[in-house]
């Protein structure tokens, strides 16, 4: 566990369930917050490997999202039965399911994974991440055990990523364009465009960066991507709160950030309320 960056809190949390594990787990966090790598790192300390070696594991199924859009309930399936295969056990864990973004499974097959949940095979652990307790089903929640991914303080994030090398400018670039994430921040610093939230933190630098017609041009290509969008506005949203909280920028930099993280409030609710997104955009980028 000392190879990942978690807040104390979350830490203790998880060793406690390591040492007394049940049989069903829920990891709740926002993106890029590091559920992924915290799920793996649990999977790894319960079977005694390392987090390297989980890909190669027989014993571990790690189920994401098709697409990065939604958790079939034919994937469901498919882990389920790989539950039911012999298992290797004296009673301890031998066996693990990780669902990643677990608020992404269809209703169907979150109904389809609540019995494998409720009576689980011997030595099997079910761990599912989610953007939050109530992303997933009433039925989920009550059949599992619940940790909050909190979000580590700087310092300790700045500590954490200076001792795997990383220069002191490239972590401040990274934090302040993740909003202080780790997960995403991992994954800027490494430069790993196939983190889901890679694509939103490029697009939202370019947003910022452009005059306004050259923004009033990216609402049309950025409309048509409507989860491209939505996470965008997040990143928007993370930038914007971690400026205001450090104070970057002197009083015209922190008016900015004001005024853009409540054009991303405003954008945000009117895409839930189903609006034109094209049209929303384009109020948005005007109101930057």
Not at 137 to 159: D, G, N, W
Not at 160 to 182: D, H, R, V, W, Y
Not at 207 to 220: G, N
Not at 232 to 244: K, N, P, R, S
Request: some cysteine; overall charge positive.
């Amino acid at each position: 566990m000392d190879d990942i960056v978690l807040h104390p809190h979350t830490r203790t949390a998880i060793q406690q369930f390591i040492q007394k594990p049940g049989h069903a787990l829920l990891l709740t966090a926002p993106q890029g917050a590091g559920k992924a790598t915290a799920a793996r790192a649990i999977a790894a300390a319960l079977l005694h490997v390392t987090i390297a070696k989980l890909a190669s594991n027989p014993y571990v199924k790690i189920i994401e999202p098709e697409n990065g859009r939604s958790v079939s309930i034919e994937a469901v399936r498919d882990a389920i039965h790989f539950t039911t295969l012999r298992p290797v056990t004296d009673g301890d864990i031998t066996r693990i399911v990780v669902f990643e973004n677990g608020h992404l499974m269809t209703p169907q097959a979150q109904n389809a994974l609540l019995k494998t949940i409720e009576e689980p095979p011997v030595g099997t652990l079910v761990i599912i991440t989610a953007v939050g307790e109530r992303a997933v089903l009433p039925t989920i929640r009550s059949r599992v055990q619940h940790i909050a991914v909190h979000i580590p303080e700087a310092s300790t994030l700045q500590t954490f990523f200076q001792t795997k090398g990383n220069n002191a400018a490239a972590i401040q670039k990274a934090m302040l364009m993740s909003g202080g994430l780790p997960g995403l921040m991992c994954a800027l610093l490494a430069d790993d465009i196939t983190h889901p939230l890679y694509a939103a933190t490029t697009a939202a630098r370019d947003i910022l960066q452009k005059t306004l017609f050259e923004r009033l041009v990216l609402a049309d290509d950025i409309a048509k991507q409507r989860q491209l969008w939505t996470d965008t506005l997040f990143i928007l949203g993370q930038m914007a709160t971690a400026a205001l909280q450090h104070g970057t920028g002197g009083d015209a930099g922190l008016r900015r950030w004001q005024r853009i993280l409540q054009a991303v409030h405003n954008a945000e609710r009117q895409t839930i309320q189903n609006a034109q997104v094209k049209l929303v955009a384009l109020h948005f980028m005007l109101a930057l």
